[in-house]
């Protein structure tokens, strides 16, 4: 098996999974399900008998996206994010647990969490009473960036450099364009125009690139690379984390400013904001400066760039949040 997908025959799966020790000789698989919208890689749910698992692959390009290409061993460098956070047993609490990984085939073996939905709902109505889930999405990051690793560890974990300079461009780059070819008005009528000031602000895109090459470099915190509401699972048991395809060793104030990016275009009521920030107690090393000009980026390359996402904001509310941001970028 060479590609995996929905209609993959239950046989094949069935028994490539046994091939590979993944399930048990008397296990039988009986359907293939697409558990949600994968954005890099193939996601399929495998239903058996008794019980259920989820297998990922990734291809030499952009699931979403197959114009784009993109590393195929993105999906190896996730399962050693997995195999270094396990040793945790608080985030282990909020992760998948690991069956295995096939590095012939770029395929891994994920515990199913079950049925649910990622967080993307908190963009379209209020929920002011998540509040406890919240907090934990903070408290998690809190506990990554705390987690401390050997030199070994961190010198043998991968740069993951190819995909980040990838997204380094949805970032860093394709948002400023002048002409990039997406037409902003299909997502908003007016918001092609509101964006061209910003794609004209030199001051801005000067510290735009600077926070680029930040991106690019390195740091002592093992990241999740894209926090945000997407890479969140409401379960039956609570509050998880998937898909830290983006990993790498880096500084923690990336993932933190991209995380507060998402509340404030969520809209999420600032007192609770402010009480779940309280999960992640920054010490004299943390940058806040940098994680506000982060957070000001984040919500810049969300509203005019490709990656967009299913916000209920009006064209004034946007023009907001373009500004604030703005200012954060470059205070």
């Given at each position: 098996?060479?590609?995996?997908?929905?209609?993959?025959?239950?046989?094949?799966i069935?028994?490539?999974?046994?091939?590979?020790?993944?399930?048990?000789p008397?296990?039988?698989?009986?359907?293939?399900?697409?558990p949600?919208?994968?954005?890099?890689?193939?996601?399929?749910?495998?239903?058996?008998?008794e019980?259920?698992?989820?297998?990922?692959?990734?291809?030499?390009?952009?699931?979403?996206?197959?114009?784009?290409?993109?590393?195929?061993?993105?999906?190896?460098?996730?399962?050693?994010?997995?195999?270094?956070?396990?040793?945790n047993?608080?985030?282990?609490?909020?992760?998948?647990?690991?069956?295995?990984?096939?590095?012939?085939?770029?395929?891994?073996?994920l515990?199913?969490?079950?049925a649910g939905?990622?967080y993307?709902f908190?963009?379209?109505?209020?929920?002011?009473?998540?509040?406890?889930?919240?907090?934990?999405?903070?408290?998690?990051?809190?506990?990554?960036?705390?987690?401390r690793?050997?030199?070994k560890?961190?010198?043998?974990?991968?740069?993951?450099?190819?995909l980040?300079k990838?997204?380094?461009?949805h970032?860093f780059?394709?948002?400023?364009?002048?002409?990039?070819?997406?037409?902003?008005?299909?997502v908003q009528?007016?918001?092609?125009?509101?964006?061209?000031?910003?794609?004209?602000?030199?001051?801005?895109?000067?510290?735009?690139?600077?926070l680029?090459?930040?991106?690019?470099?390195?740091?002592?915190?093992?990241?999740?690379?894209?926090?945000?509401?997407?890479?969140?699972l409401?379960?039956?048991?609570?509050?998880?984390?998937?898909?830290?395809?983006?990993?790498?060793?880096?500084?923690?104030?990336y993932?933190?400013?991209v995380?507060?990016?998402?509340?404030?275009?969520?809209?999420?009521?600032?007192?609770?904001?402010?009480?779940?920030?309280?999960?992640?107690?920054?010490?004299?090393?943390f940058?806040?400066?940098?994680?506000?000009k982060?957070?000001?980026m984040e919500?810049?390359?969300?509203?005019?760039?490709?990656?967009?996402?299913?916000?209920?904001?009006?064209?004034?509310?946007?023009?907001?949040?373009?500004?604030?941001?703005?200012?954060l970028?470059?205070s």
């Amino acid at each position: 098996m060479t590609e995996l997908n929905v209609h993959t025959l239950p046989q094949t799966i069935e028994l490539y999974l046994k091939e590979q020790q993944w399930i048990t000789p008397e296990d039988k698989v009986l359907t293939l399900e697409k558990p949600g919208e994968g954005n890099m890689n193939v996601v399929v749910r495998v239903q058996l008998e008794e019980g259920s698992l989820i297998l990922k692959q990734s291809r030499p390009f952009v699931q979403k996206y197959p114009q784009i290409p993109a590393p195929i061993e993105r999906v190896a460098i996730e399962s050693q994010f997995y195999d270094l956070a396990s040793d945790n047993d608080m985030l282990d609490t909020f992760l998948p647990g690991v069956i295995g990984y096939d590095d012939e085939h770029y395929i891994f073996a994920l515990e199913d969490l079950g049925a649910g939905a990622d967080y993307t709902f908190l963009y379209q109505k209020d929920e002011s009473g998540a509040l406890p889930e919240i907090e934990a999405a903070v408290k998690f990051l809190y506990a990554l960036h705390q987690t401390r690793f050997s030199e070994k560890e961190m010198r043998s974990f991968p740069d993951n450099l190819a995909l980040r300079k990838l997204n380094h461009e949805h970032l860093f780059v394709y948002p400023y364009l002048l002409d990039n070819g997406f037409d902003l008005d299909t997502v908003q009528e007016g918001l092609q125009a509101v964006a061209m000031a910003y794609k004209k602000d030199e001051a801005l895109k000067k510290e735009i690139d600077q926070l680029g090459a930040i991106y690019l470099g390195s740091g002592s915190a093992l990241l999740h690379g894209d926090y945000y509401p997407g890479s969140w699972l409401r379960v039956k048991n609570g509050f998880r984390v998937i898909d830290p395809e983006f990993t790498f060793f880096g500084p923690p104030e990336y993932d933190y400013g991209v995380m507060v990016a998402h509340f404030k275009m969520a809209r999420l009521p600032e007192t609770m904001v402010r009480t779940a920030l309280e999960q992640y107690p920054s010490g004299s090393d943390f940058d806040a400066e940098l994680a506000r000009k982060i957070t000001g980026m984040e919500i810049l390359r969300r509203i005019i760039g490709l990656a967009q996402l299913p916000l209920e904001l009006s064209l004034e509310e946007r023009k907001a949040l373009l500004a604030e941001a703005a200012q954060l970028v470059k205070s």
